[in-house]
């Protein structure tokens, strides 16, 4: 059964860094493609970044571009989010979420790690 547990999320001043990782378990598990998303309250969920495993081709939103980095470990099967420049609209419970292939729906998803940026 594959899982993903995600981890790093926390309170932080406006202008501060935070690294979220996303630690994918299961037998033989490979995923196509790992992405983040992001939802705050009253607001439907988005896509922050997008990597695809075999290649490390990386796609962000707009919003975030220039200020977070998607990465990955494939001897860990993780996938890393660096947070830098963080503003208080980047405030929202991220999700790590996998497809297995290119025209899958992200099938597996993480619990949620809250992150919140103070003015």
């Known amino acids: 059964q594959v899982q993903l547990v995600e981890s790093g999320g926390g309170l932080v001043q406006a202008g501060g860094s935070l690294r979220l990782s996303c630690a994918a378990s299961g037998r033989a598990f490979r995923p196509y493609r790992m992405g983040w998303f992001r939802q705050a309250p009253g607001k439907e969920r988005e896509l922050v970044a997008t990597?695809?495993?075999?290649?490390?081709?990386?796609v962000y939103a707009d919003s975030v571009k220039g200020r977070f980095t998607i990465s990955k470990d494939n001897a860990k099967n993780t996938a890393y989010l660096q947070m830098n420049s963080l503003k208080p609209e980047d405030t929202a419970v991220y999700y790590c979420a996998a497809k297995v292939a290119v025209l899958s729906d992200y099938g597996y998803w993480g619990q949620g790690t809250q992150v919140t940026v103070s003015s």
């Open positions: 990597i695809t495993w075999t290649s490390g081709s990386a």
